[in-house]
């Protein structure tokens, strides 16, 4: 299978690479396993940074291997990083859905809670090509 490489690399560690093309205004997340809290929490909030500093309109969020969120990180996501992303750039978001059927759920919750998502398309798809040539279809 082939995988997405963007050409530049913003940050990388174990837990995650966030990567982004201005060019074509996407961004993307590839996350791995389980994840400290405070973990998560730097990790969104790079990648709304990335989104907003060079103002992205497209992302993919690899959660392949994602574990679950706790209670706590979902709230933190709901009240921290969705009216960062509602209100930003972004027009499009792809998720790769976790193999982690927990973690699946917990983003349901977190969608679910969300409300409106106005300018913003959510899209799940369970490989990251499919979810890419959505990505880059005209708006």
């Known amino acids: 299978m082939m995988l997405l490489t963007l050409p530049k690399v913003y940050y990388e560690s174990y837990a995650v690479t966030i990567r982004y093309d201005e060019e074509q205004s996407l961004g993307m997340a590839v996350w791995q396993g389980k994840l400290r809290s405070e973990e998560i929490r730097e990790a969104i909030l790079l990648c709304g ?8 309109t497209r992302w993919l969020a690899d959660n392949r291997k994602m574990r679950a969120f706790s209670p706590e990180d979902q709230l933190w996501i709901l009240q921290n990083a969705v009216p960062q992303i509602l209100t930003g750039s972004l027009r499009r978001m792809a998720t790769v859905v ?17 409300g409106d998502t106005a300018n913003l398309v959510l899209c799940d798809f369970s490989e990251q090509e499919a979810a890419v040539e959505w990505l880059l279809q005209e708006f």
């Open 49 to 56: 940074y990335v989104v907003e500093r060079y103002g992205l």
């Open 98 to 114: 976790s193999e982690d059927v927990q973690h699946t759920e917990s983003i349901a919750q977190i969608v679910e809670r969300t």
